[in-house]
């Protein structure tokens, strides 16, 4: 059985000089601590998801990522503990014969199955990738199976994420919900879910991604509610050089956010939030009186 999350998770007040400076509140939505197998804003996801495979009768989960994927690691536990099969499809076939590193070791040990791809197969059948039950092609191949996207962000995942403002309490004009943004899934919730006035800012964690990111949040809002919001948008100048990649400038300001506040800093993307939110707020970019929520989407990896 799949243990239970922790709902609401925990909401943080916390005083950092640059903010306070800048007359803007900071607080720390913790979705790190949401659930221990799946947790942050993968729980968020992937929830709606393992209800319609469990209602639709799907022996199976298949889906996509990388080396180091959170999205293969939550996907392969919560399947396991559901008692369904999970398929994860690896970017990069010379991963195949190399000793495991420990994220694929733990989706392994959870009973995923591991298909290793070229970049070349492995953008294909991404883009295959069509509609909430996947692409024709993946279901031949595997059999009955939900396909999830890379990154778990469909519609579902939409609204999954769109009760994070729910458990918000008084937003109003002065809020900005901010989360960092990897494939727009949860930036397109908590946009849904916002009440009228507050607003939500995504930090882009990859490199290049302007335009493509924005048109992802606009169709995931589609998919989700048959319209687009207003409410949103994303930074593109804090991906510290590209997705996974962690400049020692970031990780001595995360280290050092550690230090002041207790509260582990996972570098990838939370960090990239962090940092972002406090060089806006040092040149000015948010009014006084602004509130930040910033959505910790995840724990530091383990090694």
């Keep these: 059985m799949l243990e239970p999350a922790l709902l609401p998770t925990p909401l943080v007040d916390c005083t950092d000089g640059v903010f306070a400076r800048a007359g803007v509140e900071l607080r720390l939505k913790r979705d790190d601590l949401l659930h221990p197998a799946v947790p942050g804003n993968k729980w968020r996801k992937l929830a709606p998801n393992l209800a319609a495979a469990v209602e639709r009768g799907h022996p199976r989960l298949l889906t996509f990522g990388g080396a180091y994927s959170t999205h293969l690691r939550a996907v392969a536990a919560a ?3 559901l008692g369904l099969e999970s398929v994860g499809l690896v970017r990069g076939e010379e991963l195949a014969d190399r000793p495991r590193n420990w994220s694929l070791r733990a ?9 290793f791809l070229t970049r070349a197969a492995y953008r294909e059948a991404t883009g295959r990738v069509a509609g909430e039950d996947g692409a024709d092609g993946l279901q031949r191949r ?6 999830l996207p890379e990154g778990g962000s469909n519609a579902l995942a939409v609204t999954g994420a769109a009760a994070i403002p729910a458990e918000l309490p008084d937003l109003d ?4 919900v901010c989360c960092p943004v990897g494939t727009g899934g949860t930036l397109a919730g908590i946009a849904a879910g916002l009440p009228p ?3 939500a800012l995504g930090v882009a964690v990859l490199r ?6 924005e048109a992802e949040v606009a169709r995931l809002h589609r998919a989700a509610y048959g319209r687009e919001f207003d409410n949103w948008r994303i930074d593109h100048a804090h991906h510290g050089g590209g997705y996974g990649r962690v400049p020692a400038e970031l990780a001595a300001f995360a280290g050092e956010f550690e230090r002041r506040h207790g ?3 996972e570098l990838r993307y939370v960090a990239k939030l962090l940092a972002a939110l406090a060089d ?4 000015g970019a948010f009014p006084r009186g602004t509130r930040l929520t910033a959505v910790v989407t995840g724990l530091p990896d383990p090694e």
């Design 142 to 147: 595997w059999g009955p199976c939900l396909v």
């Design 197 to 199: 006035g507050a607003r």
């Design 79 to 81: 399947a396991g503990a």
């Design 173 to 176: 004009g002065r809020d900005v």
């Design 208 to 213: 290049g991604g302007e335009g493509y990111l």
């Design 280 to 283: 806006l707020a040092g040149a």
């Design 107 to 115: 989706a392994e040990r959870d009973g995923m199955r591991l298909e």
């Design 263 to 265: 509260i582990p800093v």
